[in-house]
């Protein structure tokens, strides 16, 4: 079944006069529904209501609608083991079933690297949690997500450290070529950078031709060498966006270095103005990022979903919520249950096939045949407009979304029975003023989901 979608008639909006952004008072568009029928009626209300009405509901859930195992089959896999694309994806992460089926690899830890990783997270941000005035467990996981952002946001030392590394960075770049410029873009300009994020530079010069541009990377991996910023460099020549990447001797950060690719720097800028009229984008954005990124689904060259892409979902999902747009509630108030319905929507309900968004013209929904970004032998593929070009489709290199896709929808039922069994926890203590006195580690509800690592607990203090 198609969705419905919004037409694409108008010319993009102004930046400059806001005309693209959306305002929570604003009435909803016509035809904006991005999901195929949802197997049940509503969501479920995040309250300290009956538990066991609770349950019942959900597990009148479980029984028709697919869960996200491992061992759940695409559909449409089964028809293409023996296409093109079948093959290319050969060595991605996909695996036959012992009828040659395709079908998707486990969300979980993916080596024993990762399953130590995941044994060794906390959740730290709990201690800045005001547990005796959280009636509910809506509230409990609406402060845990403001404590996590609190938590995860960059110190004015990381700052500064990046801040530090960046100008070495550029004057090693102003030494080896005097003319050029180095700025840096994405998360540096958003300030929505993980403790253990990237940090993008682009170097824009004249130098750059299209025989030399592997010539010039390698020039400008051995200037990193040399000073010492590193000592060992990899070279990207032949991807879509050549780029170098190294890891700094100093604070052991990754840097992905581009050439003349200013498209990013006006990316940023965009999102800003987004960021700017979106309360509650931010604090969700980074626990998605944190969410995707101790999975390792968070780059674009193994098939994740790269931050700009998480970005856009974001404010997508923000700009079409009926709720918000009819100004019903306060995002930084209900970021809990905004949360799950962001799991929800691109976890199990949002129709991939069919549909694409857009965050232009205050958000909505296009057809992807309408579009030619439609692969008959991929149809599963997520379709994101780049904001700043509405001809270029930003994640179409998120290969791996079918996986992505199962994690999310994981990360929904996980949560929901996080509450459902927080809520009977509750319940059963009617007469009680608040939380009884425990470990605040024992109350978390979304620590179930994720956690945080060692080495983050001691570069990330609380602030």
């Known amino acids: 079944m198609t969705a419905p979608v919004a ?15 959306i305002a ?19 969501s479920p209300r995040l309250t300290s209501a009956d538990p066991k009405s609770k349950k019942r509901k959900a597990g009148a859930e479980d029984t028709s609608s697919s869960t996200p195992s491992s ?90 450290v990046r801040l530090c590394i960046i100008e070495l960075i550029s004057r090693t770049v102003k030494r080896t070529w005097p003319e050029a410029e180095v700025h840096p873009f994405g998360s540096w300009q958003t300030q929505l950078y993980l403790p253990s994020g990237d940090i993008d530079l682009v170097v824009t010069t004249n130098r750059l031709t299209v025989s030399n541009k592997a010539k010039l990377l390698a020039e400008l991996a051995r200037a990193m060498r040399m000073a010492y910023l590193t000592d060992v460099v990899a070279i990207i020549s032949k991807a879509r966006v050549p780029i170098i990447k190294f890891v700094t001797t100093q604070g052991s950060l990754n840097v992905d ?42 780059e674009v060259y193994t098939g994740g979903l790269g931050s700009y892409s998480v970005i856009c979902l974001v ?23 905004l949360l799950i319905e962001f799991f929800e929507l691109y976890g199990r309900n949002f129709n991939y096939e069919d549909v694409g968004l857009s965050i232009r013209r205050g958000g909505f929904y296009y057809s992807k045949q309408s579009r030619g970004w439609y692969k008959a032998q991929q149809p599963f593929t997520l379709s994101i407009e780049d904001p700043q070009d509405k001809d270029n489709n930003i994640s179409v290199g998120s290969y791996g979304i079918r996986q992505v896709r199962a994690t999310l929808a994981g990360a929904f039922e ?16 009617e007469n009680g003023a608040g939380l009884r006195k425990s470990e605040p580690e024992d109350m978390s509800i979304l620590s179930g989901i994720m956690g945080v690592t060692k080495e983050v607990n001691t570069s990330s203090p609380a602030m």
């Not at 037409?7 to 952004?21: I, L, P, Q, R, V």
């Not at 949560?415 to 203590?429: P, V």
């Open 414 to 429: 996980m949560l929901q029975a996080k509450l459902f069994e927080r809520a009977e926890n509750m319940y059963s203590r």
């Open 315 to 337: 404010i997508s999902f923000l700009q079409v919520h009926p709720k918000l747009r009819r100004s019903e509630i306060d995002p930084e108030k209900n970021l809990g249950t």
């Open 24 to 42: 929570f008072d604003s009435p909803s568009p016509s035809l904006a529904g991005p999901s195929r029928p949802a197997s049940r009626s509503s």
């Open 7 to 21: 037409a694409d008639g108008a010319a993009a909006g102004n930046f400059t006069s806001n005309a693209d952004y």
């Open 257 to 298: 270095i581009s050439l003349n690719q200013t498209n990013g720097i006006n990316a940023g800028m965009i999102i800003n103005k987004y960021l700017e009229i979106l309360p509650g984008a931010r604090q969700l954005i980074v626990v998605v990022k944190a969410f995707l990124s101790q999975r390792s689904m968070n």
């Open 71 to 160: 061992k759940q089959k695409d559909k449409r896999g089964k028809k293409k083991d023996n296409s093109e694309s079948a093959k290319k994806d050969k060595g991605k992460g996909k695996a036959n079933d012992s009828n040659g089926v395709s079908r998707e690899p486990p969300t979980g830890p993916r080596n024993l690297k990762e399953e130590r990783r995941a044994a060794e997270r906390g959740c730290p941000w709990v201690t800045l949690v005001d547990w005796e005035n959280c009636n509910d467990p809506a509230e409990i996981l609406n402060s845990e997500i403001q404590a996590f952002y609190q938590y995860m946001s960059p110190t004015r030392v990381e700052y500064e």
